[in-house]
């Protein structure tokens, strides 16, 4: 967890998310629909290994309260998350807004998507005013202390990504689109696709494996699949197991009528032998009479 400097002021007399606004009249009104979109791509695939997903708070376009002194000051990140903190608000409610010094948990992580009104303060090119609240900048990087700032422009498509090191951010110098967070054991990178069915480029979290993680969409797409191609195997070898069964079967009337045939070759051949008995036995008889005869008319048939 990415704990923030606890107040000396007991919580219970500090405003909290039921009493600071989650929207405010001055805001120009709601982001542009890429900004819905890739906000809502990003909460869809984060989910880091190391922590339980009641353990993970995201948001985008959500007020941010960062200072106890000053309890009206506030940042929108376009999206950032939470790690180690409870989902749900006192795992009960869903927050109105994110009150520091009621969670004491910074994000972990903040994207910005750039626009041309918000593109300066986006990259820390402002100048805090004398009177006036931190930049969004300072706010990460001094206050809450945001380990990842991730910098997106959906126009150009060019991704920079700055990192906490000591008291400043330091940016990275990427060789390719993915930075890779190994706390969480994820990493954000650029993904061709087609998301909420828009074909472009948007950001999405990976895995360990260099795998994009599904969307709950996705995810039930490949489950289906899945269910079909081992409905398919089911089938095939139900089918496979019909077609052995069938073959032994054939088998088995092959073996019977080859043992038919042995049975019905063998009765012939004692048939014949039972022929050829009987045939000698004639002959032996006819001998014999022959041989009376011959005796008889006082031949001996011997000297024949």
Not at 244 to 254: R, S, T
Request: hydrophobic letters at 35%.
């Amino acid at each position: 967890m990415y704990q923030t400097d606890r107040s000396r002021t007991p919580k219970n007399v500090l405003p909290t998310m039921y009493d600071l606004p989650s929207e405010h009249p001055e805001d120009s009104g709601l982001p542009d629909l890429f900004h819905l979109l890739q906000s809502r791509g990003l909460e869809y695939t984060f989910f880091p290994r190391n922590y339980p997903s009641e353990r993970v708070f995201v948001a985008s376009d959500l007020n941010l309260y960062f200072d106890v002194n000053h309890p009206q000051w506030y940042k929108r990140p376009d999206w950032f998350a939470v790690v180690g903190v409870d989902r749900l608000y006192q795992q009960q409610e869903l927050r109105k807004s994110y009150v520091i010094w009621q969670e004491e948990v910074s994000p972990f992580v903040v994207v910005e998507l750039l626009s041309p009104g918000t593109e300066n303060e986006d990259l820390g090119q402002t100048i805090r005013g004398r009177g006036q609240p931190p930049t969004k900048w300072q706010v990460y990087e001094q206050i809450l202390r945001v380990p990842y700032y991730i910098v997106y422009d959906g126009t150009t498509n060019i991704l920079r990504a700055f990192v906490l090191r000591g008291d400043r951010y330091e940016e990275l110098i990427l060789t390719e689109p993915r930075i890779w967070m190994p706390e969480i054991e994820l990493g954000l990178g650029i993904w061709q696709g087609t998301f909420e069915g828009v074909e472009r480029l948007w950001l999405r979290w990976y895995d360990a494996s260099g795998n994009w993680i599904l969307t709950p969409t996705e995810q039930e797409c490949q489950e289906k699949e899945i269910a079909q191609q081992q409905a398919e195997l089911e089938a095939q070898r139900a089918e496979q197991e019909r077609q052995e069964k069938e073959i032994a079967q054939q088998q088995a009337e092959l073996e019977r009528q080859r043992a038919e045939q042995e049975r019905q070759e063998k009765q012939i051949a004692q048939q014949q032998a039972e022929q050829e008995r009987q045939r000698a036995e004639l002959e032996r008889q006819r001998a014999e009479r022959l041989a009376e005869m011959l005796r008889l008319m006082n031949i001996d048939p011997d000297e024949l």
